[in-house]
């Protein structure tokens, strides 16, 4: 596995609420895996190996650094931020896994914590439609974001950024029935309920 990665330590702690005192090293494990599993997932595999191989060789070309400094690293940030509680929380040890609060600090409760994690987690996927927006429209600046390569291990950039709930279903109109609605009489994908009920 690389230990590439596309960011610093201060810098990460310079655009974040990330305390002073965290180790690094505590993050960098949450950091390889949010870049291979999401950043690699909307840049596409072509795009990111390239990004990977400059970055060790120290000969990243001006575009890929527009590409990393405005792009990358700010979905990479509130990606870590959205993913990071639960590393920082807590620790595996010898004797299991383990809380690592302080005497004077108190930990959320996990209603707390997904709403941190939500919120950061929105804030990424708002980077990442900037970064896959700048990818489209500048995809000749970019040729392996369209083409990333043809093996069975190529991973297609991602589109669609923003996640969702489950979809429980078409919403149905309120003037039905109860027995229409709910005791499915009826099925919301077929042709004849368009022409009984109307579109939903």
Do not use: H
Not at 124 to 137: C, M, P, R, T
Not at 185 to 196: A, E, G, K, R, V
């Amino acid at each position: 596995m690389s230990l590439v990665i596309f960011i610093d330590e201060q810098t990460l702690k310079d655009y974040t609420i990330i305390s002073d005192n965290v180790d690094f090293k505590q993050l960098r494990p949450e950091i390889i895996s949010i870049q291979d599993l999401y950043i690699q997932d909307l840049i596409g595999s072509g795009l990111y190996n390239e990004l990977k191989t400059q970055v060790t060789a120290n000969t990243v070309t001006g575009l890929n650094q527009t590409l990393l400094n405005d792009y990358i690293q700010p979905c990479l940030i509130w990606r870590i931020m959205s993913e990071s509680p639960l590393a920082l929380s807590f620790k595996y040890t010898n004797k299991g896994i383990v809380n690592k609060t302080g005497e004077a600090s108190v930990m959320p409760s996990m209603g707390d914590m997904a709403n941190i994690i939500g919120k950061y987690q929105e804030r990424s996927e708002s980077y990442a439609e900037k970064l896959v927006n700048y990818l489209i429209q500048n995809s000749t600046l970019y040729p392996l974001y369209f083409n990333p390569g043809s093996g069975v291990d190529t991973v297609y950039p991602r589109r669609r950024v923003f996640t969702t709930g489950f979809a429980m279903g078409t919403t149905t109109r309120l003037t039905l029935d109860l027995a229409t609605r709910y005791q499915g009489n009826y099925d919301l994908l077929c042709d004849d309920c368009y022409s009984t009920y109307g579109k939903f």
